[in-house]
C-alpha cells in the first residue's frame, strides 16, 4: 500500500519548535520530490516547503524561509520539516505529499497525500 505518514504535530508556544516527519512507504521515492503544504481553517491549502528526495536543494515560501528546514533520511524513508521561531500564524493541518516536478509549489503538482498533522502556536 504506497501511503505517506506524517506524524510531530502538536501544541507549541511561540518562539518554538517542532520537527514534522514523513514516512514514505509501497514505492520507491528516490526519483519523487518531497512537499510539505499546509492549510489553516478556511484557508486554501499553501505551499511551504519541497525538496528532490535526492538532491540537497530546497526550495520554501517566503513566510518560511530562514525558519523551516527540509530534509530526508534515505535509510529510513521519511522527510522531515524542523520548524524553529513558530509563530501563531504558523497554525495549521500540515500535509506532507509526493510528485514529479521539482521544486513544484503548486499543490496540482503532486499526487500523492498524507493525512496530516495539527500544528498550533500559542501565543
Known amino acids: 500500500q504506497v501511503q505517506l505518514v506524517e506524524s510531530g504535530g502538536g501544541l507549541v508556544q511561540a518562539g518554538g519548535s517542532l520537527r514534522l516527519s514523513c514516512a514514505a512507504s509501497g514505492r520507491t521515492f528516490s526519483t519523487y520530490v518531497m512537499g510539505w503544504f499546509r492549510q489553516a481553517p478556511g484557508k486554501e491549502r499553501e505551499f511551504v516547503a519541497a525538496?528532490?528526495?535526492?538532491?540537497?536543494?530546497?526550495k520554501y515560501s517566503d513566510s518560511v524561509k530562514g525558519r523551516f528546514t527540509i530534509s530526508n533520511n534515505n535509510a529510513r524513508n521519511t522527510v522531515y520539516l524542523q520548524m524553529n521561531s513558530l509563530k501563531p500564524e504558523d497554525t495549521a493541518v500540515y500535509y506532507c505529499a509526493a510528485g514529479r516536478r521539482p521544486a513544484a509549489d503548486d499543490k496540482d503538482e503532486y499526487d500523492l497525500w498524507g493525512r496530516g498533522t495539527q500544528v498550533t502556536v500559542s501565543s
Open positions: 525538496k528532490s528526495w535526492s538532491s540537497i536543494t530546497a
